[in-house]
Structures are given as C-alpha cells and as structure tokens.
C-alpha cells in the first residue's frame, strides 16, 4: 500500500520568511495529493492540493510542487505570518481508492 | 450552518466500558470517513461509507463498530474500552472518491480512557 513520508517534524522560522515541507510517496500509481493545515485544537482543513497532471499550483503565498518521476512533492510558504503557526500534513491517494494516506504531519513555528 | 458535526465534543471513561461517537453532514455528500489522531498528531484513516455502504476497514479492532443509519450519519461504537484507545477520532465527509474530492472534517471527538 502506499507510504507518505514527511520532514521535518518540526520546522521554526522567523516570520517573513519562507517555510518548506516536504514529502515523498511510494506508490507511483497515486495521482492526487492534498495539504492540510490542523490549527492547535482545531480539525485538519485543505489548503491546497495538487494532481499528478501538474507540476506546479500558487495560491497566493501558498505553493505545491509535484515531481512525478522523484515521487516527492514540497509545500510552500512564503512571508510566513503568526497565523501560519499549525500542524501540516501531506497526503496522497490514488483516484480508484476511497483513502487518503497521510504524512505524520510537520509543527510550523512562526518566530516573532 | 455546520458542514460536519460530531459529538460528542470530550469523553472521558473507564476501562471496559461502551461509548458511542456520533458524526452528521449536512452536504450531501456520499462518502463519510472516521479517522483516529493519536497524541503524536498522526491521522489515520479506520473506516470509509460510501452510501451507508462499507468501503474501508483499515484493520481496525472488531471492539470498533460503524453504523451508518443513512449517508448523512456515521456513528462509531466502540466496546470493552482499552487506554491505547485514547485519542481524538475525526468523522470526514467527501462529494465521493476521496482520490478526487477534498474532505471536509469535523470538530473531533476527545476520548480519554481511564
């Protein structure tokens, strides 16, 4: 089955500057892969996703790159802000499962 | 006007008992989802419906029981409670292949077993 993996674990950065997380996967079939951001005591909600058909999606400060053939795919955080303080988790699934697999999730820090 | 809802919100028991968890949607959506998030924050899928129809079971304890009355409801039982069962279970919702369509999570439910 597929495996997500994700680093780092924990990640500081001072705020205004930029933050990246990354992950690799193991299924070569898997073609869609979301992010989702898990504010302290809140529910995972999307951010931004990325199918195998793109390389590259911006949503404002926010950015995904996918590299089909490496299996790896990073998030992008640019002028980070306090509010961008959370958990984020990588996930990726295969159009024909009914499951996402999810990375073990990276704690974001943004330092005053 | 809450898309996904569960309840209750903390739980709190001992070792042995039954306790339910329930979840509802109110967008229409065809596939529900539990997930269980434990303390090191790792989320991870036990079972999927889609249309009251069981998908998933992601070798999830027998002790777990899902029943889905209709696809807009999807409860979770769980008998003979053990303290590894601590952690916060997530009910999701998704318009239907979760390989497609985003999840939309609920608020959580906190078990904590004494």
């Known amino acids: 089955g597929e495996n997500v993996e994700q680093h780092p674990s924990t990640l500081s950065v001072q705020e205004g500057d930029s933050a990246v997380i990354k992950c690799t996967y193991s299924d070569s079939a898997s073609n869609y892969f979301p992010w989702y951001k898990q504010e302290l005591g809140k529910r995972p909600q999307l951010i931004i996703d990325?199918?195998?058909?793109?390389g590259e999606k911006k949503d404002q400060r926010i950015a995904v790159t996918l590299n089909k053939t490496a299996k790896h795919f990073s998030l992008h955080i640019t002028e980070t802000q306090p509010e961008d303080s959370a958990v984020y988790f990588c996930?990726?699934?295969?159009?024909?499962?009914?499951?996402?697999?999810f990375g073990k999730g990276t704690r974001l820090h943004i330092l005053p | 006007d809450t898309a996904v809802s569960q309840t209750p919100k903390y739980l709190v028991t001992q070792m042995g008992n039954d306790k339910s968890i329930k979840c509802e949607q109110n967008l229409g959506h065809d596939t529900m989802y539990w997930y269980k998030q434990d303390s090191k924050k790792f989320l991870k899928i036990m079972f999927s419906y889609n249309n009251k129809e069981l998908i998933i079971n992601e070798t999830v304890p027998n002790r777990f029981s899902p029943k889905s009355p209709d696809k807009a409801h999807l409860n979770l039982h769980i008998n003979s409670l053990e303290l590894g069962d601590s952690a916060v279970y997530f009910c999701a919702s998704s318009q239907g292949l979760a390989g497609v369509y985003e999840q939309y999570f609920g608020p959580g439910t906190r078990l904590t077993v004494t």
């Open positions: 990325i199918r195998s058909n793109v």
């Open positions: 996930a990726a699934s295969m159009r024909r499962d009914d499951k996402i697999i």
